[in-house]
């Protein structure tokens, strides 16, 4: 009697695998040669040629893996032409880029170009900021009691208008913190205080745009009520140093954050063609780029002001280092990008 698993075509199948593996497994070598490389090293070394051959032997490895299922190969031979083609399909379709390639392409292009598109947004924080710095100035002229309303005791610090002029000044020149250990930790809190005001204003530009205005505008009016109480004791040059060494990069960052912001808040308020929430995704993306600008600004100017503005007591050399840094900023966001844009 003859053993069902022994009839002809149970015994041919291992034959019939063997010889369909045996005809094709040169190129599906060379296809696995191909994706090891550019597993790890990217497809970016490959020639002109090399780049044919990987597209040419993926599509025969799936016409191998449609006729190995159709005929019914056997189960190891199914998974190894699973797996291959699985991999062949991440290296000519996914994106080959690296976390290093990645962070280069977004710090060299998408950021500047993200801020050259945002021109309106950007206008409305840097607005919200001068509006408030010209009202605190002109407040406190009017009536210097209107600093105690704008400005908190612990950020006074004894800088009131009542101050005498020598007290106002060493203020703005002292060395007491001096040792590295301490100078990291102010670095660290300021770092932390600005970055929980930018992401404030940031995520509450959403609700149509007014609360970012509204804390980048009480920003600026703490400021101008602040810089107004030394002006009017004759140390507005001081005063202008003092702040310029890190204000240029952290006000700067805040007026950022307030047009990331914005630019979620004008999507709601003005969608375009567009639903309120295609809008919302569209503005999104330059938004988020915005915010990690303002995040790195913020980064910058903490070290600034927790070493720099410690260390460096010439008013000339604050004014040098705050001014050049904004230079370096506008340089590097209008300049930068602009090929891969054009492209």
């Known amino acids: 009697m003859t053993d069902p698993a022994q009839t002809p075509d149970n015994v041919s199948d291992p034959i019939r695998s063997a010889r369909f593996r045996?005809?094709?497994?040169?190129?599906?070598?060379?296809?696995?040669?191909?994706?090891?490389?550019?597993?790890?090293?990217?497809?970016?070394?490959?020639?002109?040629?090399?780049?044919?051959?990987?597209?040419?032997?993926y599509r025969q490895a799936m016409n191998s893996l449609s006729v190995a299922r159709a005929i019914s190969m056997d189960k190891a031979l199914l998974t190894y032409l699973d797996r291959l083609c699985a991999r062949a399909y991440l290296v000519v379709y996914a994106p080959q880029e690296s976390v290093r390639g990645a962070l280069t392409r977004l710090f060299t292009q998408s950021i500047p170009q993200a801020v050259r598109r945002s021109g309106l947004a950007l206008f409305i924080g840097f607005l919200a900021m001068l509006l408030g710095g010209f009202t605190g100035y002109a407040l406190f002229q009017q009536d210097p009691s209107w600093y105690f309303t704008f400005v908190p005791a612990e950020l006074a610090d004894g800088r009131t208008p009542e101050a005498s002029a020598d007290y106002l000044r060493s203020t703005l020149y002292d060395t007491s913190v001096r040792s590295g250990e301490g100078l990291g930790v102010f670095a660290s809190f300021l770092f932390s205080h600005n970055t929980q005001i930018a992401i404030l204003i940031f995520a509450l530009g959403v609700f149509a745009m007014l609360p970012s205005f509204v804390l980048t505008f009480y920003n600026g009016v703490l400021l101008g009520a602040f810089s107004a109480t030394f002006i009017d004791a004759g140390l507005?040059?001081?005063?202008?140093?003092?702040?310029?060494?890190?204000?240029?990069?952290?006000?700067?960052?805040?007026?950022?954050?307030?047009?990331?912001?914005?630019?979620?808040?004008?999507?709601?308020?003005?969608?375009?063609?567009?639903?309120?929430?295609?809008?919302?995704?569209?503005?999104?993306?330059?938004?988020?780029?915005?915010?990690?600008?303002?995040?790195?600004?913020?980064?910058?100017?903490?070290?600034?002001?927790?070493?720099?503005?410690?260390?460096?007591?010439?008013?000339?050399?604050?004014?040098?280092?705050?001014?050049?840094?904004?230079?370096?900023?506008?340089?590097?966001?209008?300049?930068a990008g602009r090929e891969g844009a054009a492209r």
């Not at 490389?37 to 040419?56: C, D, I, N, T």
């Open 236 to 335: 507005g040059y001081d005063v202008l140093g003092w702040l310029s060494i890190h204000g240029v990069t952290e006000l700067s960052a805040i007026c950022v954050a307030c047009a990331g912001g914005a630019k979620l808040g004008l999507a709601v308020l003005m969608p375009g063609n567009r639903t309120r929430r295609a809008a919302l995704h569209h503005n999104g993306r330059d938004a988020v780029k915005l915010m990690i600008l303002a995040g790195l600004m913020l980064i910058v100017a903490a070290l600034v002001e927790g070493f720099l503005r410690q260390l460096v007591q010439s008013t000339e050399w604050r004014l040098a280092i705050g001014w050049g840094l904004g230079l370096m900023w506008l340089a590097w966001l209008m300049l």
């Open 22 to 57: 045996q005809e094709r497994e040169p190129g599906w070598r060379r296809l696995e040669d191909l994706i090891t490389r550019a597993e790890k090293g990217g497809v970016h070394g490959f020639s002109y040629q090399e780049a044919l051959e990987l597209s040419s032997l």
